[in-house]
């Protein structure tokens, strides 16, 4: 039969440490052991292999292990040492019966002398009970109840080779009793209870042959299995103990483990234990969680986790509810179920975390858990998530919100067809101007301001967005189309009204472009796209607009950015050019001065006039650098001209709103050595339009360099006259709408004088502009305006020098003119008149 694997491992240990000297090195066996102990596994093998003083367990352990081995052996030496008393003291008086005093005076000093040994050792331990033992603490051990038992095996030896019949029968008991006595008492150190029992084994054999009879083997086989029973006894004694002990040991350990993480989770502020019975009421709670919940141990006790989550009277925490609800009803382990708590009227936020326990018949008697307070957490993050979706300045949403809610708006009501959505694109008009001259704070309160009015619109039914500088979005439903056009009219209107900012009032304005869902499939960047066509028309058109889009924008607009893209082109590879256009002086006739105009070619659409490029470049941002590069070109060649009195610049009201503008004129005239005396810019009303203070400080500067401006296109706005009174000027430019009515309306030439006589008298320069006939060239003349510019004295050329060759008797010497094409026109007066010349006119009409 074979044996099965840990019975072999048994025998093999018994055997070793049968015959193994308790000092001998056993490494190579315990290795060989251990290497089968790592296949058979059980702790009960370790506890065995333990029990015989085999390592298999680390070190520090095993020296426990030790040391309690030898305090069990310890624990019976009184009683070991009373018995060995009694006994020596028995078994002397009857061996000096028939041995010498001496021998039987050695054998008893012997053993005395280990007795107090034992005892010394045992009062020691007592004193200071070992906690640790070394493998040479067991041997020693082992060697002591080696010698012990040799001592005890001379008598039976002794008192058989001398057939002492007293004797014989003293030394069967008390060899008997050794055994049995012996074996048990040092039990728990299994080596050296074997070697106890064997040695008395053999020397019973001994005696058995010695005092060989009719009943030696029968007496034989009696004392053989009397021993093993004895062996087996202790083995199992010893084997048991060493598992035991292991067990707790381990126990302890992880008991100690499980202590240091709980103290370590005690030691964070946030996280706490809790526990429920069976109906969820809470139990045994902590310290931490007194503190956490902010509530009396009593409070607690008498309150299930379910009413904690339900103290806060909350949205989000009554949805949180629920969660806790369904999992505590289903009675299994949950984790990260966040619920809301009122903490002495604060709002706190825990995350749970529990196992179902179990009680001793198996039903389930509550739930122990984790609880973490993570509001400061759930703050931080919907801090973030606020901060991704909202726009910081403002606080209303950003651009990635706003697109993400249409979407799902656009989806939603598409479904349902019963409304209008309407997207709504706003830019500030003259948001820059703030900024630049009032300082970025005072822009940031407007844009507060703004956002507030548009919110105020919107009246939380209209989603709204800021996407980043001065543009802002509305997304809504409405009932008709008439009232989304309302809503853009108000957005714009809203802007209108001053804003207050410190001390200061500022009127913006606003343009928007909007896009109807109406019947078509749009999605959200449909409707962006659209928009956005309509707000580029809108500002195309003059901005301070609302405009809706159209589909034929979709082609006018495409072909307006082709042709932003060519102008962009264009100027970067010098594709640009500039003529001058003579303006003669009318009393002399000579050519005194030059208008520089811009000029584009391009390669297939042919000469683009820069009344319809400029506007795309002060759109593109490009008119900055071209306008310098405007003004470069006529000082260079005009510096070349020194026949020409001055040369006259366009500059556009984008330029002219620069704050580095004056800093970049005074660059160009130094580079180009031209002086600035001989430098005339020509602005537009326009420029006053979007004035907030700087213009007339800026027109001070560059008048103070010598540099004259001129008041061009005057009479085509409705508030020239307003601004000759404001600004500071050299001269006035009349339109050449008002020229063109020299003759053609009964009232052309009065308007005509009433604007000499108005500028002479507020010291001005007069050009006429656009002149082309020889009728008008008398009339102004006759007038007494100071200089003209027309075709009639020549177009645009490329050189300067080309345009000073015109001579007066060139123009004069020209076929009078023609009579008016059209019979003179009655009605409207234009506004630029003061009052009573235009009522004058309107009753000589
Ligand atoms: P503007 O400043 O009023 O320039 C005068 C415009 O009238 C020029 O048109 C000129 O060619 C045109 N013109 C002159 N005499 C006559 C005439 O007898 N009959 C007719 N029909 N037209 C005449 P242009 O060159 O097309 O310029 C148009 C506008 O473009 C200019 O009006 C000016 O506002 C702008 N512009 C031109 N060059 C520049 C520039 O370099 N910078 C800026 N900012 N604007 C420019
Ligand atoms: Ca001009
Ligand atoms: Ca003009």
Redesign the pocket.
């Known amino acids: 039969m074979a044996l099965n694997a840990n019975w072999k491992l048994i025998l093999r240990t018994v055997c070793f440490a049968l015959l193994s000297p308790g000092s001998h090195d056993k490494s190579r066996d315990w290795r060989l052991l251990s290497r089968q102990t790592k296949t058979s596994g059980p702790d009960t093998t370790r506890g065995l292999l333990l029990a015989f003083g085999y390592p298999v367990v680390e070190e520090f352990l095993a020296r426990r292990v030790r040391a309690a081995q030898i305090a069990g052996i310890a624990r019976l030496t009184p009683f070991v040492i009373i018995a060995n008393t009694i006994n020596a003291l028995v078994v002397a008086p009857v061996f000096l019966q028939f041995l010498p005093v001496s021998y039987v005076v050695i054998w008893l000093s012997a053993i005395a002398a280990l007795l107090s040994v034992t005892t010394f050792k045992w009062l020691k331990a007592k004193r200071t009970p070992i906690e640790l033992a070394s493998r040479r603490g067991l041997s020693k051990a082992v060697r002591h109840a080696t010698i012990l038992s040799s001592l005890w095996a001379v008598v039976p030896i002794v008192a058989f080779a001398n057939g002492n019949t007293a004797g014989m029968w003293i030394a069967s008991c008390v060899t008997t009793a050794m055994i049995c006595g012996g074996g048990f008492a040092l039990a728990t150190v299994p080596q050296a209870a074997i070697r106890w029992v064997a040695i008395l084994f053999l020397a019973s054999t001994v005696t058995l042959a010695i005092d060989s009879n009719a009943f030696m083997w029968p007496l034989f086989f009696l004392l053989l299995s009397f021993t093993l029973v004895v062996i087996g006894s202790v083995t199992s004694t010893g084997w048991l103990f060493a598992s035991h002990f292991l067990a707790e040991a381990e126990l302890k350990q992880r008991g100690e483990l499980i202590a240091l993480l709980l103290n370590e989770f005690e030691e964070k502020d946030s996280d706490w234990i809790w526990e429920s019975d069976a109906r969820g009421f809470l139990r045994n709670a902590s310290e931490r969680f007194l503190n956490a919940s902010g509530r009396s141990k009593q409070d607690l006790h008498a309150l299930r986790m379910i009413d904690l989550a339900y103290s806060l009277k909350d949205t989000d925490a009554r949805m949180a509810v629920g969660k806790l609800e369904a999992a505590v009803s289903s009675k299994e382990a949950f984790r990260d179920i966040v619920i809301g708590v009122d903490v002495n009227g604060q709002e706190r936020w825990w995350s749970l975390a529990a196992r179902p326990i179990v009680d001793a018949k198996g039903s389930f008697a509550g739930y122990q858990g984790v609880a973490s307070d993570i509001t400061e957490a759930r703050r931080a993050s919907a801090l973030v998530s606020h901060l991704a979706e909202h726009d910081s300045l403002t606080g209303i949403g950003n651009r990635s919100w706003f697109l993400k809610q249409s979407e799902q708006l656009l989806n939603e009501e598409s479904r349902s067809g019963q409304s209008l959505l309407a997207l709504f694109l706003i830019d500030l008009d003259n948001f820059k101007v703030v900024n630049d001259t009032s300082g970025h704070p005072a822009g940031d309160e407007l844009l507060r301001q703004v956002a507030g009015r548009f919110s105020e619109l919107g009246d939380g039914k209209t989603m709204l967005a800021r996407f980043g500088g001065d543009e802002f979005a509305a997304f809504g439903s409405f009932v008709c189309e008439q009232s989304a056009a309302a809503f853009a009219e108000e957005l714009v209107n809203v802007t209108r009204k001053p804003f207050r900012i410190g001390r200061r009032d500022f009127a913006i304005g606003a343009t928007v472009g909007f896009a109807r869902l109406g019947e078509s499939n749009d999605t959200i960047d449909d409707l962006m796209r659209k928009a956005d066509i309509a707000l580029y028309k809108a500002k195309e058109s003059g901005r301070g607009r609302a405009l809706a889009f159209e589909s034929e924008m979709e082609r006018e607009v495409r072909e307006r950015r082709a042709l932003e893209s060519d102008l962009r082109e264009a100027f970067e590879y010098g594709k640009l050019n500039v003529e001058f256009q003579p303006i003669v002086d009318s009393r002399s006739g000579k050519v005194v001065s030059s ?1 520089v ?1 811009v000029r584009w070619l391009h390669p297939t659409r042919g000469e683009v006039p820069p009344d319809i490029f400029i506007p795309i470049a002060e759109h593109a941002g490009l008119i900055l650098p071209l306008g310098n590069w405007v003004l470069k070109k006529a000082c260079t060649a005009a510096a070349q001209c020194p026949e020409l009195e001055s040369v ?1 610049v ?1 500059l556009s009201s984008v330029q002219f709103l620069d704050p580095n503008l004056v800093e970049h004129i005074m660059t160009v005239l130094t580079e180009t050595g031209f002086p600035p005396e001989r430098l005339v810019l ?1 602005i537009t009303e326009s420029v006053f339009l979007q004035d907030f203070g700087s213009a007339s400080q800026k027109l001070e500067t560059l008048r103070g360099y010598g540099i004259r401006i ?1 008041l ?2 005057f009479g085509t706005g409705y508030s020239s006259l307003s601004y000759l009174r404001q600004y500071k000027f050299d001269k006035i ?1 009349i339109d050449k709408s008002f020229v063109d009515e020299i003759g053609e309306r009964s009232d052309g030439l009065a308007i005509i004088s009433a604007v000499i006589a108005l500028a002479h008298n507020l010291g001005l320069e007069v050009t006429a ?1 656009g002149v082309e006939r020889q009728l008008q060239v008398d009339a102004l003349r006759t007038l007494g305006c100071d200089t003209m510019q027309g075709y009639y004295f020549g177009k645009p050329a490329t050189s300067p020098v080309q345009i000073t060759r015109i001579k007066k008797e060139d123009w004069l010497d020209r076929a009078p003119s023609t009579a008016p094409s059209h019979p003179p026109a009655r009605g409207r007066l234009p506004a630029l008149l003061p009052a009573p010349i235009r009522d004058l006119k309107a009753d000589q009409a």
């Open positions: 208008e105009l006259a366009n020509e001129a061009d296109d430019k502009e």
